[in-house]
C-alpha cells in the first residue's frame, strides 16, 4: 500500500516535471513574456499578487461564492438525485430538466444571470446550476446502483429504516456522493471564478484576471491560474485521503473503525 | 395453529407458469424439505413464503405475528461491514451474539472483524446460515443453504438446527435439489413434479426428531431409497411406501 502511493505520486511528479518543462520549452520559443511567460515569471508573478493589497479578501470573496454555490449545488443535488433514484416517476419528470442544464451554454446562463442579479450573486446562481444536475445524476446513478439482492435482504430481515439508510444506502452511494463533491467542487471554482469575469463585482479572483488582461499582464494570468489549479490538487489531494479511508473495506483485511 | 401452510399455491412469470397447485404443510417444530430438480420454481416458493413475491392464485396461511429468516442461496452480506457488523444489521446485539456462538460452532471462531471479501464462497455461506438460524424469527427458510459447504460442515449443522428448532419453536423448510441434504436434515420432504403441477408428499423419513447424526452407511441407504423415489416417480408410478 505505501509502497504504492510512493510510486504514484512519483509518476505524478515526473508528469508535473514534464508539463513545466514543456511549458518553458515554449516560452523561450516565443521569447515573449507577454504571449507565454516563463514558468518562473509566473512564480515571481505569484509572489507579486499574493502580497498585493487586497489579496486575501479577493481570494476570500471568490471562495465564499464557490463555497454557496458548491453546497446549494450538493445538497438540493442530493435531495434531487435521491428521489429520482428511488421514484421512477421522478426519474422521468426530472430527466429533460438535468439533460436541458448539462447542455445549456454556461454562457448564456450567465448573461441572463447579469440581467436578473446584482454582480455578486451571478457566479454563485450560474455555479449552482452547472454543479447540480452533475451531482443529481451522479445520486440518481447510485441509488440505482444499490445490490437489489441486499434490498431484499433489508426487507426480509425487516431492518429498520435508520439502520437501513447508514448501513445501506449511504456505503452504496459513497463512490457516487465522493466523486460528485470532487466534480461538483472543480466545476464550482471554474465556473465562479468565469462568471465573475463577466459579472464583474468589485471583489474576486475573476475581476483581477479581467484587469491583468486589459493591462496585457500576462504573467499575473498565468499566476492566478497557478493558484487555482494549486487549490483544485489541494481539494483532490484531500479528498482521495478521504476515499481511502471511507472504501477501506475493499482491502478486505483487519480493520477496526 | 403454528403450522405454515399453503393451498393451491400457483405462481407464473410473463404468462410462463413456474408451478402450480401446489399444497404443502410445513409442520412446526420440524424440518420439511421440498426436492427437486433445478428450474422447478423452488426459490419462487421461498420467496413467496418471506413475501419478497406474490403468488397469482393459492393462500399461504403464516399464523399471526410469524416472521421469516431466509438463508439465502447466495451469502448476501454487505462488503463494507465486518461479519460482526453484518450480523447486527439484520438483528439486535444478542441476536448478533448468538450467531457469533454458532459461527464458532462451524468453525469459524474469531472471525467477527473480517470484512466479506477476506472469506471464501463457503465461509461466507457460514456466516448466511448463522444469520438465519440466530434469528429470532420464527420461521426459516432456506434455500440451496448448502452451496460450497462441505459434508463434514452439514453434518455439524444438524445439532445447532434441532437445538434452535427446539429452544424457538421453530418452523423449517428446507429447499434443495440434494437428496443428501434431504436425508441428513429433513423430517419430511415433498417432491416437486416434473411437469410444475403439483408435489408428491409429504413423504416421512426415519432419522426423525431423534436429530442424531446418521453414520455413513445409515446416510447411504437413506440417499439410495430417495434417489429411488425420485425415479420412480419420475416414471410415473407412485410408490411412496418405498421409503420406510
Same mark, same amino acid.
Given at each position: 500500500?505505501?509502497?504504492?502511493?510512493?510510486?504514484?505520486?512519483?509518476?505524478?511528479?515526473?508528469?508535473?516535471?514534464?508539463?513545466?518543462?514543456?511549458?518553458?520549452?515554449?516560452?523561450?520559443?516565443?521569447?515573449?513574456?507577454?504571449?507565454?511567460?516563463?514558468?518562473?515569471?509566473?512564480?515571481?508573478?505569484?509572489?507579486?499578487?499574493?502580497?498585493?493589497?487586497?489579496?486575501?479578501?479577493?481570494? #476570500?470573496?471568490? !471562495?465564499?461564492?464557490? &463555497?454557496?454555490?458548491? /453546497? %446549494?449545488?450538493?445538497? @438540493?443535488?442530493? =435531495? +434531487?438525485?435521491? *428521489?429520482?433514484?428511488?421514484?421512477?416517476?421522478?426519474?422521468?419528470?426530472?430527466?429533460?430538466?438535468?439533460?436541458?442544464?448539462?447542455?445549456?451554454?454556461?454562457?448564456?446562463?450567465?448573461?441572463?444571470?447579469?440581467?436578473?442579479?446584482?454582480?455578486?450573486?451571478?457566479?454563485?446562481?450560474?455555479?449552482?446550476?452547472?454543479?447540480?444536475?452533475?451531482?443529481?445524476?451522479?445520486?440518481?446513478?447510485?441509488?440505482?446502483?444499490?445490490?437489489?439482492?441486499?434490498?431484499?435482504?433489508?426487507?426480509?430481515?425487516?431492518?429498520? #429504516?435508520?439502520? !437501513?439508510?447508514?448501513? &445501506?444506502?449511504?456505503? /452504496? %452511494?459513497?463512490?457516487? @456522493?465522493?466523486? =460528485? +463533491?470532487?466534480? *461538483?467542487?472543480?466545476?464550482?471554482?471554474?465556473?465562479?471564478?468565469?462568471?465573475?469575469?463577466?459579472?464583474?463585482?468589485?471583489?474576486?479572483?475573476?475581476?483581477?484576471?479581467?484587469?491583468?488582461?486589459?493591462?496585457?499582464?500576462?504573467?499575473?494570468?498565468?499566476?492566478?491560474?497557478?493558484?487555482?489549479?494549486?487549490?483544485?490538487?489541494?481539494?483532490?489531494?484531500?479528498?482521495?485521503?478521504?476515499?481511502?479511508?471511507?472504501?477501506?473495506?475493499?482491502?478486505?483485511?483487519?480493520?477496526?473503525? | 395453529?403454528?403450522?405454515?401452510?399453503?393451498?393451491?399455491?400457483?405462481?407464473?412469470?410473463?404468462?410462463?407458469?413456474?408451478?402450480?397447485?401446489?399444497?404443502?404443510?410445513?409442520?412446526?417444530?420440524?424440518?420439511?424439505?421440498?426436492?427437486?430438480?433445478?428450474?422447478?420454481?423452488?426459490?419462487?416458493?421461498?420467496?413467496?413464503?418471506?413475501?419478497?413475491?406474490?403468488?397469482?392464485?393459492?393462500?399461504?396461511?403464516?399464523?399471526?405475528?410469524?416472521?421469516?429468516?431466509?438463508?439465502?442461496?447466495?451469502?448476501?452480506?454487505?462488503?463494507?461491514?465486518?461479519?460482526?457488523?453484518?450480523?447486527?444489521?439484520?438483528?439486535?446485539?444478542?441476536?448478533?451474539?448468538?450467531?457469533?456462538?454458532?459461527?464458532?460452532?462451524?468453525?469459524?471462531?474469531?472471525?467477527?472483524?473480517?470484512?466479506?471479501?477476506?472469506?471464501?464462497?463457503?465461509?461466507?455461506?457460514?456466516?448466511?446460515?448463522?444469520?438465519?438460524?440466530?434469528?429470532?424469527?420464527?420461521?426459516?427458510?432456506?434455500?440451496?443453504?448448502?452451496?460450497?459447504?462441505?459434508?463434514?460442515?452439514?453434518?455439524?449443522?444438524?445439532?445447532?438446527?434441532?437445538?434452535?428448532?427446539?429452544?424457538?419453536?421453530?418452523?423449517?423448510?428446507?429447499?434443495?435439489?440434494?437428496?443428501?441434504?434431504?436425508?441428513?436434515?429433513?423430517?419430511?420432504?415433498?417432491?416437486?413434479?416434473?411437469?410444475?403441477?403439483?408435489?408428491?408428499?409429504?413423504?416421512?423419513?426415519?432419522?426423525?426428531?431423534?436429530?442424531?447424526?446418521?453414520?455413513?452407511?445409515?446416510?447411504?441407504?437413506?440417499?439410495?431409497?430417495?434417489?429411488?423415489?425420485?425415479?420412480?416417480?419420475?416414471?410415473?408410478?407412485?410408490?411412496?411406501?418405498?421409503?420406510?
Amino acid at each position: 500500500m505505501r509502497r504504492s502511493t510512493l510510486t504514484s505520486s512519483a509518476y505524478a511528479a515526473v508528469g508535473v516535471a514534464a508539463l513545466v518543462a514543456i511549458w518553458q520549452a515554449g516560452s523561450m520559443l516565443t521569447g515573449n513574456s507577454l504571449l507565454l511567460p516563463s514558468p518562473a515569471e509566473a512564480l515571481k508573478a505569484l509572489g507579486t499578487v499574493v502580497r498585493t493589497r487586497g489579496f486575501f479578501s479577493d481570494l #476570500w470573496a471568490s !471562495a465564499l461564492r464557490v &463555497l454557496k454555490g458548491f /453546497s %446549494l449545488s450538493y445538497a @438540493l443535488g442530493l =435531495a +434531487f438525485g435521491a *428521489a429520482s433514484g428511488s421514484v421512477r416517476p421522478v426519474r422521468y419528470m426530472l430527466s429533460p430538466l438535468f439533460a436541458a442544464l448539462r447542455t445549456v451554454p454556461f454562457i448564456s446562463l450567465s448573461v441572463l444571470a447579469i440581467i436578473w442579479f446584482p454582480s455578486g450573486t451571478v457566479p454563485v446562481f450560474v455555479a449552482f446550476l452547472m454543479a447540480f444536475p452533475i451531482v443529481a445524476s451522479d445520486v440518481s446513478e447510485g441509488m440505482a446502483s444499490v445490490d437489489p439482492l441486499l434490498v431484499e435482504l433489508t426487507k426480509v430481515y425487516k431492518v429498520p #429504516w435508520h439502520k !437501513a439508510v447508514t448501513g &445501506l444506502y449511504l456505503p /452504496s %452511494l459513497m463512490p457516487h @456522493l465522493v466523486s =460528485a +463533491f470532487s466534480q *461538483a467542487l472543480g466545476m464550482s471554482w471554474k465556473i465562479v471564478v468565469s462568471a465573475e469575469v463577466l459579472s464583474m463585482p468589485s471583489k474576486g479572483i475573476g475581476g483581477r484576471m479581467d484587469s491583468a488582461r486589459s493591462f496585457l499582464e500576462t504573467p499575473e494570468l498565468f499566476a492566478w491560474t497557478l493558484l487555482l489549479v494549486a487549490l483544485g490538487f489541494t481539494a483532490d489531494a484531500a479528498l482521495g485521503a478521504l476515499r481511502a479511508r471511507a472504501f477501506r473495506w475493499r482491502e478486505g483485511r483487519l480493520w477496526r473503525m | 395453529m403454528e403450522d405454515v401452510t399453503v393451498r393451491n399455491l400457483g405462481k407464473s412469470f410473463d404468462g410462463k407458469p413456474v408451478f402450480s397447485n401446489l399444497d404443502m404443510t410445513f409442520v412446526n417444530g420440524e424440518v420439511t424439505a421440498v426436492l427437486g430438480p433445478s428450474g422447478r420454481g423452488k426459490t419462487t416458493l421461498i420467496r413467496v413464503l418471506c413475501g419478497l413475491e406474490r403468488q397469482d392464485v393459492g393462500d399461504v396461511a403464516m399464523p399471526e405475528g410469524i416472521g421469516c429468516s431466509v438463508v439465502f442461496q447466495e451469502p448476501r452480506l454487505l462488503p463494507w461491514l465486518t461479519v460482526e457488523g453484518n450480523l447486527r444489521y439484520c438483528m439486535d446485539g444478542e441476536g448478533a451474539g448468538r450467531a457469533l456462538e454458532i459461527l464458532s460452532g462451524l468453525g469459524l471462531d474469531g472471525f467477527k472483524d473480517r470484512y466479506p471479501t477476506s472469506l471464501s464462497g463457503g465461509e461466507q455461506q457460514r456466516v448466511n446460515l448463522a444469520r438465519a438460524l440466530a434469528s429470532p424469527e420464527r420461521v426459516l427458510l432456506m434455500d440451496e443453504p448448502f452451496n460450497s459447504i462441505g459434508l463434514g460442515m452439514k453434518a455439524e449443522l444438524l445439532p445447532l438446527l434441532r437445538e434452535r428448532i427446539a429452544s424457538e419453536r421453530k418452523t423449517v423448510v428446507l429447499v434443495t435439489h440434494s437428496p443428501v441434504d434431504v436425508a441428513l436434515m429433513a423430517d419430511r420432504f415433498y417432491l416437486m413434479n416434473d411437469d410444475g403441477k403439483g408435489a408428491d408428499g409429504p413423504f416421512t423419513l426415519e432419522i426423525g426428531k431423534a436429530g442424531r447424526k446418521l453414520d455413513d452407511d445409515e446416510l447411504g441407504q437413506q440417499v439410495h431409497k430417495l434417489m429411488k423415489l425420485m425415479a420412480s416417480l419420475g416414471k410415473g408410478a407412485r410408490d411412496p411406501d418405498e421409503l420406510k
